[in-house]
């Protein structure tokens, strides 16, 4: 299995420009998780899927970032328009059922398989 | 506001020393992972903990989850280079369907 796919995996960019950041989760994954890194604030979750719907976004900073995933292989994360303090490595992971799967009464937590990022660099 | 505080920051020691790396929060998790970081790629998952007090060892790493479930230990023996890396703690909670992550702990091994 190739593993989670994400593509670019550098992008530079000039403050003001559309960014879409591009991830194929692996396949007979049904949550997909987009995440941001930076020095001062770790690792954020940002928005997650289950079975192609949005089942959390809280954590999406404000109206300029979108994400949408119209079938089960791919999603995006969409940038518009792009800031600087949006520099960051963006990461894309999915796992093999719902993270936190209830089955007779025991909850089972699943590993999140992480893409390679893309580092992403606003001017 | 982090919810997880990791401890120390940043780490170097020389190859063979034995360290601790620490996970700390006032809030309780029902479930705790470890997971490393090496330059370029993403995070990959060592370890699941699930119950107050469990302790769970993968070769030379020993995992421990607090009674309490509100924070954790990485111990690490006889350190090798290949264990350099960034390990980050991340807790999930009862409730919703995310893991918070740590702050981080940059561990560097000298030869």
């Known amino acids: 299995d190739a593993g989670v796919i994400q593509s670019p995996r550098h992008e530079v960019t000039e403050m003001g420009q559309e960014v879409t950041l591009r991830c194929k989760p692996i396949s007979g994954h049904n949550s997909l998780f987009w995440y941001r890194q930076t020095m001062m604030r770790g690792l954020e979750l940002l928005i997650y899927?289950?079975?192609?719907?949005?089942?959390?976004d809280s954590g999406m900073p404000e109206d300029r970032f979108s994400a949408k995933m119209p079938n089960a292989s791919f999603s995006t994360l969409k940038i518009q328009p792009s800031e600087p303090r949006d520099s960051a490595v963006y990461f894309c992971?999915?796992?093999?059922?719902?993270?936190?799967?209830?089955?007779?009464?025991?909850?089972?937590?699943?590993?999140?398989?992480f893409g390679p990022g893309t580092r992403l660099t606003v001017l | 506001t982090q919810l997880l505080e990791q401890s120390p920051q940043f780490l170097s020691i020389q190859e063979g020393e034995n360290l601790t790396v620490y996970c700390n929060s006032s809030?309780?998790?029902?479930?705790l992972q470890w997971y490393r970081q090496e330059p370029g790629e993403g995070p990959v998952l060592l370890v699941t903990?699930?119950?107050?007090?469990e302790v769970k060892k993968l070769k030379r790493l020993t995992f421990q989850f607090g009674d309490a479930r509100k924070d954790s230990s990485l111990h690490i023996t006889a350190a090798q280079p290949g264990d350099t890396g960034l390990y980050l703690c991340?807790?999930?909670?009862?409730?919703?369907?995310?893991?918070?992550f740590g702050t981080g702990t940059s561990l560097t091994v000298i030869p």
């Open positions: 991340a807790g999930a909670k009862n409730t919703g369907n995310q893991f918070y």
């Open positions: 903990v699930v119950t107050g007090g």
């Open positions: 992971a999915s796992s093999p059922r719902d993270i936190r799967l209830q089955f007779s009464g025991r909850i089972n937590y699943n590993e999140q398989f």
């Open positions: 809030s309780v998790f029902s479930s």
């Open positions: 899927f289950n079975n192609n719907v949005p089942i959390d």
